[in-house]
């Protein structure tokens, strides 16, 4: 089996794959070693996602997600719990790329 290598074009990123108990973040980029960690959905564990990627100095998230939780993105979920998972986590997304 042939290796498709790519070009990275971002100096540090993360890709998010998010569950609906935790969310897998996977960092890499130019003078750091590739790192995957798993963190819970609860406020403090994405609070602790947030410090661990801004100790990392990543500029650039990109997010999987594909369960119930991505539904929230459309409207159709009806759980106060993935709202709150949601609202918490693109608070802590936005504040990690300073918007």
Not at 60 to 81: L, Q, Y
Request: aromatic residues 10%; charged residues 25%.
């Amino acid at each position: 089996m042939s290796v498709v290598e790519f070009p990275q074009l971002i100096d540090r990123g993360c890709g998010l794959d998010v569950h609906k108990d935790n969310v897998v973040a996977s960092i890499r980029g130019k003078g750091l070693a590739e790192e995957k960690r798993t963190f819970l959905t609860f406020t403090n564990d994405l609070e602790e996602l947030k410090v661990w990627l801004s100790s990392h100095n990543i500029t650039h998230i990109a997010m999987e997600s594909t369960g119930t939780p991505s539904r929230m993105f459309i409207g159709i979920g009806r759980s106060d719990r993935y709202i709150t998972f949601l609202k918490t986590f693109l608070k802590l997304y936005w504040s990690i790329l300073g918007i």
